[in-house]
Each structure stands twice: as structure tokens, then as C-alpha cells.
């Protein structure tokens, strides 16, 4: 385990992945010119610096997850307007989610599971027309998922291992296909919506305060995976045999 040397600088470098070693310390500064950053699987800590966007104007690329990081998402963030993909998963950042995304960002893919994050999922993230993945579980997030998430483009999202509460969201992209909410306070019934989703792979739901029937159109829904991973266990109280839908999944 090591700190990275003062005398690694490169300017000029445009991809940096330093991932999966034994760096530690704080997050090295010196790659002005990078677009693609990958320092993921190494013991870096202390907070994303705050004026990143500056730092680093070019990225469309960057990826913290599994290190020591702590404090919170720096609001500069928002700012990198070329910015692809964000993945701060298994970290121990804290606070809130920031508040200002905009239409101008181009993000396509946030993963910030695993962390300390606390409050709401903001309204503004609707704002991100483009995002087709977003992975916020294993956090303290609270409230109601804000309607306006029906803007974006989603295949996957996985909320799963929060305190979210409300009812499941009535709209879905139709080429939504994994939704993941499991372990939160969820209540209120599966939607018949849902039914329409015809390249949903898996629907993981368990472990919410959710009630009602099944509804039976999801056994038309032939690209479920398997029948064990639509789950209605837990604290739900659901009414219907899943096991109707075996011979679909199989």
C-alpha cells in the first residue's frame, strides 16, 4: 500500500486506470487533460475534491468505487456536463444526494450503492433524460420516488436496501428490464402497468409493506429469468401462487 508519487504527473493523458492495486491516500490531482478515470479496488480516502469540475473539466468517465472516500458528493459534479458515467459505489460518502442536475448533463449510468447517503432522491434527477442505469441501494434514502424519474430512460434501476416508502411507481419504460426495490417501505399494489413491460428480466420487489394480488398479465411477461427471482416474500402480503408463472420462466 502506497501513496502515489508527486512526480506522477501526466497532463497530457486522456484514460487512467490505476484500479485494483494498493494506493492510498488522497485522490490524485494531476490529470488535468483525463476524460476516462478509473481508480476503483484501491484504499484512497478523504473527500472527492470539491472543485473537481475544474480539476478535471474533460471527464466523461469516472469511477471511485471500492475505496475509503469519505464526506460528501461535491456539487462541482454537476458541472461536468460531459460526464457518461458516475460510479462511487462502496465508499463511506455521506449527506445528501445533490440537488441541481440539469437537461445539459449527458449522464447515462450513477452508481452510488453502498454508501451513507441520506434524504431524498431528488426531483431534478428527471432532468436526466439520458440515464438508463442508476443504482442507489444500500443507502438511508427516505421519501417517495419522485415522479419525475419517468423522464429518464431507464433499463435498470435498483433502489433495493433503503427506507423509500409511497407506492411503486405506475410508469416504467417499456425496455425497462431489471427493477429492484426490495428491502424498503414500499406499500400499496404491483401495478397492472408493469404488465407492459415485455423485456423485464427481473422484477425483485421483496420485503415491503406491499398488499393485493399478483396481477396475472405478468405471467405473460416471457423474459422474467426464473420464478425465484421475482420475489413477493418478506414483509409483503401478496395473494396469488407465482408458481401459476412456472412453465413461463422455465
Known sequence: MGKLSHRFIFPNLSFIDLSHNNFSGPIPLSF??????????????????????????????????????????????????????IYLRSNQLSGELPHYWNESQRLMVVDIAYNNLSGKIPSSMGFLRFLYVLVLSNNNLHGEIPSSLQNCSFVSIDLGGNHLSGNLPLSMRTYTSIIRLRSNLFSGIIPRQWCNLQYLHILDLAQNNIFGGIPDCLGNLTTLVDVQEVEASGANSLKGNLETFADVWD
Not at 53 to 76: A, F, H, R, V
Open 32 to 85: 488535468t487533460d483525463v476524460d476516462h478515470l478509473s481508480l476503483k479496488g484501491n484504499f484512497f480516502s478523504g473527500p472527492i475534491p470539491s472543485n473537481i469540475s475544474d480539476l478535471m473539466p474533460k471527464l466523461q468517465y469516472l469511477d471511485l468505487s471500492e475505496n475509503l472516500l469519505s464526506g460528501t458528493i461535491p456539487l462541482s459534479i454537476m458541472k461536468l456536463n460531459d460526464l457518461q458515467g
